[in-house]
């Protein structure tokens, strides 16, 4: 069993790192792209169901785009609060 001073801790892990040969970075690497991965992923989903849809200031506004939707034929529509922007939108999206 190896000591545990920090020294010694520190002197084994730069051996280690040594013997990788240039891939003592690896895990930084795939970190760094796991991050950037759910940036990318967080964005879309933000995109999809905030960004690209009509947002209503509040639950009274969301009612009377409904009946106006209603009017014109489009039924099935429910207002929902967004947790991006805490306005209101709508979808055709069945809750439970």
């Known amino acids: 069993m190896g ?10 892990v730069k051996e280690f790192k040594s013997q990788l040969g ?16 759910s940036q990318r ?3 879309a989903q933000r995109e999809k169901s905030c960004t690209s849809k009509n947002r209503y200031a509040s639950y009274a ?5 409904i ?11 429910k207002a929902y609060k967004c947790p991006h922007c805490n ?6 999206h069945p809750w439970e």
Do not use: I, M, V, Y
């Open 61 to 65: 506004e969301a009612k009377e785009a």
């Open 87 to 92: 306005g209101w939108h709508l979808t055709s």
């Open 22 to 37: 240039g891939l003592d970075d690896l895990f930084a690497r795939e970190d760094e792209r796991r991050e950037n991965l």
């Open 41 to 43: 992923k967080d964005a």
């Open 3 to 12: 000591s545990r001073k920090p020294s010694a801790n520190a002197k084994r």
């Open 67 to 77: 009946a106006a939707c209603a009017a014109h034929g489009t039924t099935g529509l």
